[in-house]
């Protein structure tokens, strides 16, 4: 009973984060909390340093030229904080919890089998058999399963755009994320591909916290529990569920910012 | 006439120059080796034994020859080419990246001359007193010397394919925890296949067409090499020492031979590399 009542520690602290790529601001200052089960989304023009933000957390930055990073990005794990940017942090491994889905759908030039299982095998050390059934478990996850299940050897390129972007989803849930990084996930689908995926994210967020991006006030309206709005690399404005529902408040926000 | 106008002209011009030298030199080469197939020098050529004096014309020393350096090259070669290759590409930071590459594109321009007589100062001595044996012109010598002069063409058209495929999957398999060993090992080489294999047949053809560096260092001597370390001759040595010694003219059948065979090893190796080329981009 004590720990059911004690205030929710959040799984990710993301304090007074600054992020320069040779010289150029990129991210000022920015503070930002995410809870167990709950879905917070970053909106904001394109460039306003959506993507760099959900970089800081898995550290893919760093796989750019110039980049520098200041501030604190904290995750717990297993009960245990971690400093992500630490020395001491195994980058490998931090990478494999923190699950990226990126702007455009990107499968790798493999199979739709290999796609998913190349990471579990190579990164995890999985059997064969196991492998086959995270893969299977996984492409269930994203409805993808009886689409590709007779095909699971041809192209991953052969798939449709919103397949491809389903596809990456389920690499990066076979890999048991403890948290999920979407960056515009849904900007290069057509409608109903976006619905699908959207869908998939409404009962994803009930087992894994996630920080997403967005530069669609619909889809924020539509998916997220809590918003960050940024501008040129700054946090300018936050709404809360309540307030993204109120249709007044929410134009305001967006009017003086978009 | 403008300059506009006259560009047309001047490329047109230049395309069908091009093409008349190049089909000028086959017609040519089927001019002198018709007479082989007629009177019947085609059989004392395909022989093992090159006597000249006595009448034995034989090349297949010769194509043996080559095709051991040119083998022997690549093995040495392709595999060095492909660990440059993958630090230059993934591993190196900035700075050592540029030297590296630098350095592969210098190896380019040295003249073959150069490689061979700085190799007599330098590796043929070594030889002689390694293994003692022999004078130190040997196959094996022409074999590492050739592989350093094929070694920048592999890497640098590796690299190229590398450097494509880096640029696609780089990022993707960060985020997947791929450590850099494993990401070489299980994405770029998997993937780098067909580049891979369109850089080892370019090579080969460099080290098939190679003449000064085999006629420089190895031995000549035209006989099926026993061991590493024994003298060796290639098609185009051969080619070059008959045609510039005072040889008489019988003896240039086996020239012309050796010319066909070294045309038609061209051709074939232009032709698998449009293939790959044709199916290459996905
Ligand atoms: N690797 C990089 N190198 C240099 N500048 C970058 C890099 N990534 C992003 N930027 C710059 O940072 C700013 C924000 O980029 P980004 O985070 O991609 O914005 P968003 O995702 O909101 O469109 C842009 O001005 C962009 O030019
Ligand atoms: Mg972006």
Redesign the interface.
């Known amino acids: 009973m004590e720990r059911m009542k004690r205030i929710p520690e959040p799984m990710l602290e993301i304090a007074d984060l600054s992020v320069r790529f040779a010289g150029k601001q990129v991210l000022e200052s920015v503070n930002l909390d995410l809870y167990p089960g709950e879905l917070v989304m970053a909106i904001g023009p394109s460039g306003s340093g959506k993507t760099t933000l959900l970089r800081a957390v898995n550290r893919l930055n760093e796989a750019y030229p110039h980049c520098n990073t200041r501030g604190q990005v904290r995750i717990r794990l297993a009960d245990r904080w971690w400093d992500i940017y630490a020395p001491s942090t195994p980058l490998a491994e931090l990478r494999l919890r923190v699950g990226m889905v990126f702007q455009h759908p990107n499968p790798l030039p493999f199979s739709i089998y290999k796609n998913v299982a190349l990471p579990l095998r190579i990164s995890l050390g999985m059997n064969p058999k196991e492998t086959l059934l995270r893969v299977q478990r996984a492409l269930e996850a994203v409805q993808l399963w009886s689409e590709v299940k007779d095909r699971l050897h041809d192209s991953a390129l052969t798939l449709s755009g919103g397949q491809q972007q389903r596809l990456c989803l389920a690499r990066v849930l076979a890999l048991e994320p403890a948290l999920l990084l979407l960056d515009e996930p849904t900007a290069s689908l057509d409608f109903k591909a976006t619905r699908h995926i959207e869908a998939l994210f409404q009962t994803l967020k009930q087992r894994y916290p996630i920080l997403a991006v967005t530069h669609n006030p619909g889809q924020m309206r539509r998916l997220a529990d809590r918003v960050m709005v940024l501008q040129d690399g700054r946090c300018v404005a936050a709404m809360s569920r309540p307030e993204i529902e109120d249709p007044e408040h929410s134009r305001r926000v967006m009017e003086a910012f978009f | 006439m403008d300059g506009a106008k006259l560009m047309p002209h001047l490329l047109r011009a230049a395309a069908l120059a091009c093409t008349a030298a190049a089909g000028g030199i086959l017609l040519v080469l089927i001019y002198l080796v018709l007479p082989l197939f007629t009177s019947g020098g085609w059989g004392s050529v395909i022989a093992w034994q090159w006597l000249p004096f006595q009448g034995r014309f034989g090349i297949l020393p010769m194509v043996v020859g080559t095709l051991l350096i040119a083998l022997g090259a690549l093995a040495v070669a392709t595999p060095l080419a492909v660990g440059v290759a993958c630090f230059v590409q993934v591993l190196a930071p900035?700075r050592i990246k540029g030297i590296c590459l630098a350095l592969v594109h210098y190896m380019t321009s040295i003249p073959t001359v150069i490689y061979g007589f700085v190799s007599i100062f330098l590796l043929v001595p070594l030889i002689r007193q390694w293994f003692d044996r022999g004078t130190g012109f040997s196959l094996a010598t022409a074999t590492i010397v050739l592989s350093l002069l094929i070694l920048p063409t592999i890497v640098l058209v590796l690299q190229a394919t590398l450097r494509e495929l880096d640029r696609?999957?780089?990022?993707?398999?960060?985020?997947?925890?791929?450590?850099r060993p494993?990401y070489i090992r299980?994405?770029l080489l998997?993937?780098c296949r067909r580049g891979l294999l369109a850089a080892v047949v370019l090579g080969f053809g460099r080290a098939v067409g190679d003449t000064l560096i085999s006629l420089m260092l190895a031995g000549n001597a035209p006989m099926v090499p026993a061991s590493p370390l024994d003298a060796t001759r290639t098609l185009t040595a051969h080619i070059a020492l008959v045609v510039a010694t005072d040889s008489q003219s019988t003896f240039y059948h086996s020239v012309f031979a050796a010319g066909l065979i070294l045309f038609l090893v061209m051709v074939l190796i232009q032709l698998i590399l449009r293939r790959l080329g044709g199916t290459f981009t996905?």
Not at chain 2, 170 to 178: D, E, K, S
């Open positions: 900035g696609s999957a780089r990022v993707t398999c960060a985020a997947l925890g791929f450590s494993a299980h994405v998997p993937l996905p």
